[in-house]
């Protein structure tokens, strides 16, 4: 107590004469100084406790002096604002973006340059960019570091994936800060498994809960023209600094002036719904960039994917994957998923069951070749194989009204991606394909350049911006994870950008706590196609030498559906098993995937979720609830509702001897009349979950 006493006398001390903002409800306070050398520096407190110590800002350039030092004050601002605004898809039709801000402009003594910070503090947590003029002193510049420290107080527990700049898709590590260690881990960063003793890198967004029970979270928003940033942990001092993903050459980021930084972000508080439903790296994001968004539409869909997943079927059609050219084997393995008799399987299903989309992999020219060989020219987007009618099944599925997405594999090459893009965006509007699924599996080519890197932000930028002139929504695979930016381009509508449900069909899978860490995590920048909906869990089922699993119960597939928000959400199971359980399907088919009204009951990282959403537009309500893999009682207040309404609750939960492994199938169905007054008791399995939907009855 009397060391924090001290600590806090410390910090204000320090900050004495300094620049300051402070969050709208007051209890985050951000100082701003310039140390005796001229480095700026800032620290953050709540409730007059301090969060992140004196820390480093600033930024190195290439054949530049550095803008980390230096530096003098010219003038300071504060300003506040506060505004609402209606996200064309979301998870409530209304965003309230308020905060305080204070300017710091800023000159360097030597080399007359000029920078900015600019800070923003919300009621749940405080953002600051870089801010470069126009300037005759710094047109054009290549940023070869960025100094941007988070010096924490604590050993706080921390939510980790490695620092890999090629890839997201890792199962968290739970620990210590202290505890921090990825050596054994194979990375792509350029240090793998070499990194230094006692320093480690891992991602953000980084969740943290200190000792005390504060929730933390370093993530940045609007991340454009700029490479991801990534974290090196000091896990003996606690501080974690910046680490910007280089190109091929090891640079950083190239840049003109006039030009800003992403925001680096840092959420704070002591109940920690407040980070998992906050909405400020969209805050932090442009506003749309695309007038007319009346075609950008939620989307529930199911399609040719799990039964590829699950070894049923085949993407290639000559079916010997990597071994042959498509014009060496022209001949069908009798696997392939692919046909346009399987298509319309699927688009009969959708139109019967109210699905909108039906998404086809493995349509196209391709697949012999696609994986591990580095090719650049593997895709042309446009060429189908001589099994896939695809103006035969363009016309059925309108015919049907179901809408088809379309599938863009790049394996990877980018180059030859961009290069087909205009094409394949045209092939898309020409059969009435509204929504692309676009993936990016493999080592990037122009080879050297990382999934993180600033090329590659650009480029997953870019393709939304193009797909939003053909009118087209874009849904992202191993693209760098999402930073708000659907905001600016609202056709951006979900990426994966983290472990799916994919990898519990060939791996060891995702833990059952994975779903409870995510939306702390990776869906603070964004949707994540996530594909729930697996019902027949055990891979057995398909192979009985196969042991994987999806680490779930049936219950908690439909819990996803609300706790895992994406406006184009996948029912992700193959047709036949949702037949056989038509009572628990029925959930799937009613569950809305666009929002009015969001409420995040209960929340805690790595252990448990709870979230009621209304319908868009509608009166319905629907409720999702899930653990780790701790079995959990809990009572919800259904305070929610609406006052005076009666509603029909049917609830979805785990049968009594439910377990995610023993019997991960279980499940029970029952009715209830509620009102806005009532409560529902919970009782969720281990790995399990509950939905419930609530449909208004007067
Ligand atoms: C990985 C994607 O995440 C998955 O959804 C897709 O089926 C495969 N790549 C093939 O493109
Ligand atoms: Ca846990």
């Known amino acids: 107590m009397k060391y924090l006493f001290f600590l806090f006398l410390l910090f204000l001390s320090n900050f004495g004469n300094a620049q300051s903002v402070q969050s709208p409800s007051g209890k985050i306070v951000l100082n701003f100084k310039l140390a005796a050398n001229g480095q700026p520096l800032y620290a953050v407190s709540y409730k007059n406790k301090a969060v992140i110590l004196e820390s480093a ?21 504060n300003s506040s604002f506060n505004e609402s605004w209606k996200p064309v898809l979301g998870e409530q039709s209304s965003i309230e973006n308020h905060y305080n801000e204070l300017i710091v402009s800023l000159i360097n003594k030597e080399s007359k340059v000029k920078m900015n910070i600019i800070f923003r503090a919300f009621d749940e947590g405080v953002a600051f960019r870089y801010d470069f003029p126009k300037q005759a002193d710094l047109n054009y510049f290549i940023i070869a570091d960025e100094v941007t420290q988070f010096n924490l107080t604590e050993n706080n527990k921390v939510f980790w994936i490695p620092g890999d700049f090629d890839s997201n898709e890792y199962e968290y590590n739970e620990t210590k800060l202290s505890e921090i260690d990825n050596s054994k881990i194979n990375m792509n960063n350029g240090i793998g498994v070499k990194s230094i003793p006692g320093k480690y890198m891992v991602q953000s967004p980084l969740m943290m809960k200190s000792p005390s029970g504060l929730y933390l979270n370093i993530f940045e928003a609007a991340v454009v023209n700029y490479p991801v940033m990534h974290l090196n942990v000091d896990v003996k001092n606690y501080k974690l600094t910046a680490q910007l993903v280089p190109n091929a050459i090891g640079d950083r980021a190239y840049l003109q002036t006039p030009c800003v930084s992403p925001w680096r972000t840092i959420m704070i508080s002591n109940d920690a719904r407040d980070v998992v439903g906050s909405k400020m790296i969209l805050n932090l994001n442009e506003p749309s960039k695309i007038d007319d968004t009346s075609w950008i539409k939620p989307m529930k869909y199911i399609g040719i994917w799990w039964e590829m997943h699950v070894g049923k079927s085949t993407w290639d059609y000559a079916g010997s994957q990597n071994a042959t050219n498509f014009a060496d084997a022209p001949k069908a393995s009798g696997k392939h998923g692919a046909t346009t008799e399987n298509t319309k399987r699927y688009i009969d299903f959708a139109a019967k069951n109210g699905f909108d989309g039906v998404l086809v992999e493995g349509w196209n020219v391709g697949w012999e070749d696609w994986n591990g060989n580095w090719k650049e020219e593997v895709f042309d987007f446009v060429t189908p194989y001589p099994d896939f009618d695809i103006a035969a099944i363009s016309a059925y599925a309108k015919s049907k009204n179901v809408k088809m997405i379309m599938h863009h594999e790049t394996s990877g090459s980018v180059a030859n991606y961009e290069r087909h893009l205009d094409r394949a965006f045209e092939n898309m509007v020409k059969y009435d394909y509204p929504a692309v699924k676009t993936g990016y599996v493999g080592k990037i080519i122009p080879r050297g350049e990382f999934h993180d890197g600033q090329t590659m932000v650009n480029h997953f930028n870019f393709v939304a911006k193009r797909a939003a002139d053909y009118k087209l929504m874009v849904n992202s695979h191993e693209s760098s994870r999402p930073t708000g930016y659907g905001r600016t381009y609202p056709n951006y509508v979900a990426a994966e950008a983290a472990r799916g449900t994919e990898f519990n069909a060939w791996s060891i899978g995702n833990p059952p706590m994975h779903e409870t860490i995510l939306p702390f995590t990776r869906l603070l920048g964004g949707p994540m196609d996530y594909t ?26 439909l819990a996803l559906y609300v706790t895992m928000y994406s406006p184009i959400q996948m029912a992700a199971d193959l047709l036949e098993n949702y037949e056989k359980y038509p009572d628990a399907f029925q959930f799937i088919k009613d569950v809305a995937v666009d929002w009015d009204e969001s409420k995040y009951l209960q929340a805690e990282p790595g252990d448990y979720l709870t979230i009621a959403r209304k319908a868009k537009g509608k009166e319905s309500w629907f409720l999702g609830a899930i653990t780790d893999e701790n079995a959990r009682k809990t009572e919800i207040k259904l305070e929610f509702l609406t006052k005076g309404k009666k509603y029909k609750a049917i609830i979805y939960e785990d049968a009594k001897d439910a377990d995610w492994k023993k019997n991960p199938i279980a499940y029970k169905i029952k009715t209830m009349i509620v009102t806005n007054k009532s409560k529902i008791n919970l009782n969720l399995a281990a790995g399990g979950g509950t939905a419930i939907s609530f449909e208004p009855i007067n």
């Open 57 to 77: 800002l600033g930024i190195k350039l290439k054949e530049k002096p550095a803008l980390d030092a230096n530096f003098e004050i010219l003038t300071s601002k």
């Open 532 to 557: 729930p909906g697996i019902f027949e869990i055990k891979m057995s089922y398909y192979d009985k030498n196969k042991t994987e699993q999806v680490h779930t119960t049936l219950a908690k597939q």
